[in-house]
Nanobody
Framework: QVQLVESGGGLVQAGGSLRLSCAAS????????MGWFRQAPGKEREFVAT????????RYADSVKGRFTIFRDTVKNTGYLQMNNLNPEDTSVYYC????????????????????WGQGTQVTVSS
C-alpha cells in the first residue's frame, strides 16, 4: 500500500501562485507514475497533470498548460504541482494520485488508471 498526503492548498488572489505537495509513504518503490486531478462542486473529477516516475514524461490538461508544472523528488518520495497565474476557474479540490502498473510508466490522464489517492487539498482563487 501507498499512502498519499497533499498539502499546500489555500486561498490566493487571481494571478497568484501556489505549490501543492504530495508526500508518499509505505511501499513507495511500487509507485510508477503520479498525477494531479481536481474536482469542483457539482463537476466530475478532471485531469490536471501527470509525470513518470523519473520525470522524463509529463502531460498537462490544455486548461493548465503553460501555467502549471508537475515534478517529483524521488529521494523525498514527494510529488509537486507548481501553479502560477491562477484564475478563479482553477478553484477546486486538488487530488494527487499514484500508479503502480509498469505499463503505465508514462502516467495517465484517466483517473481509473490510478491505484492510490490522497485526501485532497482545497485551492480557492479569488477574483
Amino acid at each position: 500500500q501507498v499512502q498519499l498526503v497533499e498539502s499546500g492548498g489555500g486561498l490566493v488572489q487571481a494571478g497568484g501562485s501556489l505549490r501543492l505537495s504530495c508526500a508518499a509513504s509505505g511501499r513507495t518503490f511500487s509507485t510508477i507514475a503520479m498525477g494531479w486531478f481536481r474536482q469542483a462542486p457539482g463537476k466530475e473529477r478532471e485531469f490536471v497533470a501527470t509525470v513518470s516516475w523519473n520525470g522524463d514524461y509529463t502531460r498537462y490538461a490544455d486548461s493548465v498548460k503553460g501555467r502549471f508544472t508537475i515534478f517529483r523528488d524521488t529521494v523525498k518520495n514527494t510529488g509537486y504541482l507548481q501553479m502560477n497565474n491562477l484564475n478563479p476557474e482553477d478553484t477546486s479540490v486538488y487530488y494527487c494520485a499514484a500508479i503502480n502498473r509498469r505499463h503505465l510508466f508514462r502516467g495517465s490522464i484517466d483517473p481509473d488508471d490510478y491505484d492510490y489517492w490522497g485526501q485532497g487539498t482545497q485551492v480557492t482563487v479569488s477574483s
